[in-house]
Nanobody
Framework: QLQASGGGLVQAGGFLRLSCAAS????????VGWFRQAPGKERELVAAISKSGSTTYYADFVKGRFTISRDNAKNSAYLQMNSLKPDDTAVYYC????????????????????WGQGTLVTVSS
């Protein structure tokens, strides 16, 4: 199971830190992704991180503003979001891909077997 938290209302230019707590499985063997879905839009990948945390991927629209990280000892992943914009308003989901392979991260929604319930981020202008 995955539990996302940390969303809320913030003014443009502000910051939030999202957390994803995992339970019931080998989190250390899971690549993690953060996705978001804005009203009326498709779900999209924001960032992804490898099992060890050594490799990361960012969508162009968040590069330089967001940072993905993880702490396997705490079975948790994080998304630090800085310089937030109104366009960042969305429900944010964490997802995990359990794998024993060498692919560092995954970018497609269909690659992820486990999903959290989502946390709403609202950025006011």
């Amino acid at each position: 199971q995955l539990q996302a938290s940390g969303g809320g209302l913030v003014q443009a230019g502000g910051f939030l830190r999202l957390s994803c707590a995992a339970s019931g499985g080998p989190f250390f063997a899971s690549a993690v992704g953060w996705f978001r879905q804005a009203p009326g839009k498709e779900r999209e990948l924001v960032a992804a991180i490898s099992k060890s945390g050594s490799t990361t991927y960012y969508a162009d629209f968040v590069k330089g503003r967001f940072t993905i990280s993880r702490d396997n000892a705490k079975n948790s992943a994080y998304l630090q979001m800085n310089s937030l914009k109104p366009d960042d308003t969305a429900v944010y989901y964490c997802a995990a891909h359990l794998t024993w392979g060498s692919t560092p991260y995954y970018t497609r929604i269909v690659d992820y077997q486990y999903w959290g319930q989502g946390t709403l981020v609202t950025v006011s202008s």
